[in-house]
């Protein structure tokens, strides 16, 4: 659970909005999350896990909804790295 | 035509973090001329430059939020500082009908340096990827944007970039919108945050730097001081603010603007008298109407005795008698945000019924026969005065002020 409680944190840091208990269920928007601050969210998660996310914003590819979602793909990049 | 006044003025530079503070340094000819290494820069030992004029003691925590800090560099952190003082200063109540017919216009010379610094060591020296917001936080309207935004300002926005005269084109420009009615009210000034490694050494290698210190006009004289700072100003139609009773601080009368179309970097009387004469003529004043000069005056041989020409070109004899301040020896030279902390430092001095001295003055250079006001501050009414901005690539700005 490792991945998980560390998107979390890295997520609650790009949060303006405080809120005591993020879980999977979280959606980005109850927590702030705008356009630029996932451009900024993704770099850290990159930077973090060591891997490249193939985010782009005009792309609806990746789309992020609840904080599971970007456990999700995490998990499943840092599987696939190795 | 509408005849425009500035009701509201802030700055924060090396010699005061608001109006009120500036002006006691200008009476008192304090510098805020600083040894380099108070900056702490990354290459501090690779600069050779040994003196700077740093804004000192601002702290972004004290003023903006985590969020706002990740957005904004310290160009845009200084600028929305000093807006916030000009706005908060003139007590203009932005609806949202005013708001949407007043102008953001934020002249930098250059942007985000500290921002393209950054960025620049990330990729070539750490490889690196530049930090998301790098576009964002560098471009050189991100001051003007950082205004608008804060202020919810939906009148046309933009920066103007035309190196050390951006911000008198700029308060020029912005002039001439309320002016002609374009707009109903303005908020336009200059800044600049510069005083990063590669800045200073991209300075230094063009030779004009002073080792010593920054003594326009002075004999013995060795060249100018970087310095890093913003000045904003809102301006108004005139019989807006008497209606609703502002503190005016003074009116802006004319503006005159000239390009030299000759060398890149050396300045030439002609374009500088012209750029005066327009300003004068613009201000439906005379040569004669003028009692005060706030000076270019960076401390370079070249500009100083070509603005010293200039003066006396257009003013005569008496060019030799009216006070001529430049506030640079104090506050540095802040390039983009020059002509705004001058601005600040006329307004000061015309609502203070001073002129500020040109401080570190050794001895009369004859190729400058002008009165600098060494040393002191003097009582002195101003009813009339002029700004000057003279830019690298002959770009020349000049305000027309009046006292109302």
Redesign the interface.
């Known amino acids: 659970m490792s991945v998980e409680s560390d998107v979390i944190e890295i997520i609650r840091g790009k949060s303006?909005e405080g809120l005591e208990i993020i879980d999977r269920g979280t959606q980005l928007s109850e927590l702030g999350i705008e356009s630029?601050d996932m451009?900024?969210l993704?770099?850290e998660l990159e930077d973090k896990f060591g891997i490249e996310i193939p985010y782009n914003a005009n792309s609806s590819e990746m789309e992020f909804q609840t904080v599971g979602d970007v456990v999700d793909a995490i998990a499943k990049l840092v599987a696939e790295q190795g | 035509m509408h005849r425009v006044v500035i009701t509201g003025a802030g700055v924060i530079c090396p010699i005061g973090a608001s109006m009120v503070e500036m002006d006691a340094a200008l009476r008192a000819g304090r510098s805020g001329i600083k040894d380099v290494a108070t900056l702490n820069l990354v290459d501090n030992d690779r600069v050779n430059q040994k003196i700077i004029a740093p804004v000192t003691g601002f702290v972004p925590e004290d003023h903006f939020d985590a969020r706002e800090i990740g957005m904004m560099e310290t160009v845009s952190q200084y600028a929305v500082f000093a807006a916030r003082e000009a706005i908060g200063r003139a007590g203009l109540d932005f609806n949202e009908e005013l708001a949407d017919e007043t102008a953001v216009i934020v002249g930098t010379g250059i942007g985000g340096q500290s921002t393209q610094e950054e960025g620049y060591r990330r990729v070539y020296l750490e490889n690196k990827r530049p930090h998301p917001f790098t576009v964002p936080r560098m471009m050189p309207n991100a001051p003007a944007s950082q205004i608008s935004m804060a202020f919810g300002l939906k009148g046309p926005s933009y920066a103007i970039s035309s190196a050390c005269a951006s911000a008198t084109h700029a308060v020029g420009n912005a002039f001439q919108m309320v002016r002609s009615g374009v707009v109903r009210a303005a908020v336009t000034g200059g800044v600049e945050a510069c005083l990063q490694a590669g800045a200073l050494r991209a300075w230094e290698a063009l030779r004009v730097m002073a080792s010593d210190a920054c003594r326009p006009f002075s004999l013995g004289r060795k060249g100018m001081v970087l310095g890093d700072g913003a000045g904003i100003f809102v301006l108004e139609r005139y019989e807006d603010a008497a209606a609703r009773g502002a503190h005016i601080l003074c009116e802006i009368a004319g503006n005159g603007m000239s390009a030299d179309a000759g060398d890149l970097t050396a300045p030439e009387v002609e374009g500088m008298s012209k750029a005066i004469r327009r300003a004068i003529a613009d201000a439906g004043l005379n040569p004669e109407d003028i009692d005060h000069i706030n000076a270019h005056g960076t401390g370079t041989l070249a500009n100083d005795r070509t603005e010293a020409a200039a003066i006396l070109d257009v003013l005569g004899d008496r060019g030799r008698k009216v006070p001529v301040s430049a506030t640079k020896s104090m506050h540095g030279h802040a390039l983009g945000g020059a002509g705004a902390i001058e601005l600040a430092a006329l307004i000061n001095a015309m609502n203070g019924n001073y002129v500020p001295p040109t401080i570190n003055f050794v001895e009369p250079d004859p190729d400058c026969p002008i009165d600098c006001v060494p040393n002191e501050a003097r009582d002195c009414r101003i009813d009339a005065a002029l700004s000057n901005s003279f830019a690298f690539g002959g770009l020349n700005g000049v305000l027309a002020l009046r006292r109302v």
Do not use: H, K
């Open positions: 303006s630029l451009v900024e993704i770099f």
